[in-house]
């Protein structure tokens, strides 16, 4: 999608910007809109609101607490069921069957996410999470979105460095297919975005090199440390890499992208 | 996709679910019902589906369509939406970005109510994007439009919910640097 870039004496729109905030420039325009913003305090401000907002909405999307469990258009917490809404939801039951009947029937609807597993930090509060967590859902699956399509972590990562200047080496992960890999902007920086087949579904794994002046801990900072339930069906592991930050996405649980990690030698912080 | 697999892996997007049926019902009951209906329907169109990736922006879809083809005779259609010029909007933004002493940080139950309150051609784009963190594409094809469409409708609805989060203009603006 292609914007209008500001001149220097220009202000981007407000679409611009809010555009920006969602990561849905292209690469040379955000590059540009981000160049007026470092000399523009009024700008910067705007986008400090669109940013303000952002976070607040993602926010809720977390599990249900008292504040957030209500809909927003009857803040008021939900009443207790009516009849008419029991024998509605047998038939919904029927249709679901297993877990999500299950969940249903004892009140996950207003009642915690996922109470059986590790609480999802890092999620609201992670820009770096949630722009991989959109990302991934954009492309995963779609294998028109390889640039390069390859099985070996060697080839691709020689071309991601010769082609886009990304220095990352690529893991070969045991038991998952690598299909190949894209770079991508994400924030305003370059990464490299690796796909793997895995078990039936799509694992993205984001490598985030490491850049004179900035410290692996500055980049974890925008992540999970280790593996976590990232929103949804989406898990999220992120560790330490000598010279980058790696991030792996999938819609499995976390303690089986842990496993993965573990089989072909990748320790994230809270692996055993 | 099979019966037995949408079950499967459809459970998991419950959650989205409900959230996304809040935001458009008035009232928790008729979202629970909007989900019931959406699963239905969606358990019979289950073997179109092909993509299970596409599985979670696919229900949306339907939860959507689903709510049209329900509440068509309902849904407010008399919501005056206010046409906002560009300094307009950057002046309630920059605002927003600045919050006054006590208030750190957004309160959820203050977003809730402001997002409530959106018409919902605005309220529904900036809830996929915002909240259940779908690309401008995605939302596109959710809500069955263009995707410039949903650019402006989001950034038009954050103004809009900046508004009421951040209070009414007080004149203390500065003038803004190039």
């Known amino acids: ?68 469990g209500s809909s927003p258009s009857s ?23 297993g877990a999500a009947a299950a969940a249903v029937t004892f009140g ?29 859902r954009e492309y995963a699956g779609r294998t028109e979105k390889l640039t390069r399509r390859t099985a070996d972590p060697s080839t691709l990562s020689r071309w991601l460095r010769a082609e886009a200047s990304i220095p990352f080496e690529v893991p070969k992960l045991e038991g998952a ?15 490299a975005l690796v796909f793997y087949r895995y078990e039936g579904t799509w694992l993205s794994l984001y490598g985030i090199p490491v850049e004179g002046g900035e410290s692996a801990e500055e980049l974890m900072a925008g992540l999970p440390s ?10 999220a592991c992120a560790w330490q890499e000598r010279d980058a930050v ?27 | 996709m099979d019966p037995e697999t949408f079950r499967e892996l459809s459970a998991r997007h419950l959650q989205a679910l409900l959230r996304f049926a809040r935001t458009l019902c008035e009232s928790p009951a008729d979202a629970e019902d909007l989900v019931q209906e959406t699963y239905a329907r969606a358990l019979d169109r289950a073997p179109e589906l092909r993509d299970e990736h596409a599985l979670r922006a696919w229900l949306l879809r339907v939860t959507y369509t689903t709510f049209v083809d329900l509440h068509r005779q309902t849904r407010a259609r008399s919501h005056v939406v206010p046409v906002r010029s560009d300094e307009e909007m950057r002046s309630i933004l920059r605002r927003a970005g600045r919050p006054s002493g006590q208030e750190a940080h957004l309160e959820a139950r203050e977003l809730m109510e402001a997002v409530a309150a959106l018409p919902e051609h605005q309220r529904v784009p900036l809830w996929l994007t915002g909240v259940e963190g779908c690309s401008y594409a995605e939302a596109a094809r959710i ?17 809009e919910v900046a508004l009421r989060v ?12 190039a």
Do not use: K, Y
């Open chain 2, 166 to 177: 951040a209070g009414p203009d007080t004149g203390d603006e500065d003038v803004e640097g």
């Open chain 1, 226 to 235: 280790g593996c976590v339930r990232a929103r949804d069906d989406l898990s």
């Open chain 1, 75 to 97: 803040p008021e917490p939900s009443p207790p069921e009516r009849p008419r809404r029991r024998a509605r939801r047998r038939g919904l039951v029927a249709a679901l069957g």
């Open chain 1, 177 to 191: 297919q690598l299909l190949g890999g894209r770079p991508c902007t994400i924030l305003g920086r370059s990464l």
């Open chain 1, 1 to 68: 999608m292609s914007h209008t870039v500001p001149s220097p004496d220009q202000h981007p729109d407000v679409e611009t910007l809010s555009a920006l905030v969602d990561g849905e420039l292209d690469a040379p325009t955000a590059h540009e809109v981000e160049g007026h913003l470092r000399t523009c305090r009024g700008c910067d401000e705007v986008r400090d609101g669109l940013l303000a907002l952002r976070q607040g909405l993602d926010a809720l999307g977390d599990p249900p607490n008292e504040d957030v």
């Open chain 2, 143 to 159: 809500c069955d439009c263009a995707v410039g469409t949903i650019r402006s409708r989001v950034a038009r609805a954050r103004a």
């Open chain 1, 246 to 272: 790696v991030a792996l996405l999938g819609a499995r649980p976390p303690e089986e992208l842990r496993r993965l990690l573990a089989r072909s030698g990748l320790r994230t912080p809270d692996g055993s």
């Open chain 1, 108 to 136: 996950l609807l207003v009642g915690p996410e996922r109470p059986d597993e590790e609480p999802r930090r890092a999620t609201s509060d992670s820009e770096t999470l949630r722009f991989v967590v959109r990302d991934h």
